[in-house]
């Protein structure tokens, strides 16, 4: 199974957004028990809130729920509990590796490092661009897909 663990500022916009996406998305393909897929937030501002209503009605617009979501900030536990722990932007990265003391398992990285053109997922929150924020989640995700498939020793990871 592969554990992966969304990070974003505040876990009601990015972060929530990539983990449902990434649900609906490995369920579509029928992979879904080969996945843990959560979300957390850096910081604690919004611990316990519900996922942001113009993030929760973007999902929406693609048929996914996201219902029952509330916030939670990352643990220093968290290194151990997750393959991955990917941020959607650089503050986060810096934020995760203060919290955890360090990445020997090289398993902290940004969402858009996957791709083609490594970048910061802006955050909608000041952007207002929701859609965006989907269709670069998206992209995020076909690449670590690809990049699973590609680097993952696992024989059971290699089916995804």
Known sequence: MVKILFVCWGNICRSPMAEFIMKDMVEKRGIA????????AHTSEEIGNPVYPPAARE???????CAGKRARQISRADYSRYDWVIGMEQVNIRYMLRC??????????????????????????????????YREIVEGYESLLSFLLRETPDSSARRI
Request: net charge negative; aromatic share 12%; no cysteine.
């Open 100 to 133: 955890f003391g360090q990445d020997p398992e090289k398993k902290v990285r940004r969402l858009l490092d996957f791709t083609d053109n490594p970048r910061d997922i802006a955050d909608p929150w000041y952007t207002g661009e929701f859609r965006l924020t």
């Open 33 to 40: 028990d080969q996945f843990l897929i959560e979300s957390a």
């Open 59 to 65: 999902l929406a617009r693609h048929g996914i729920s």
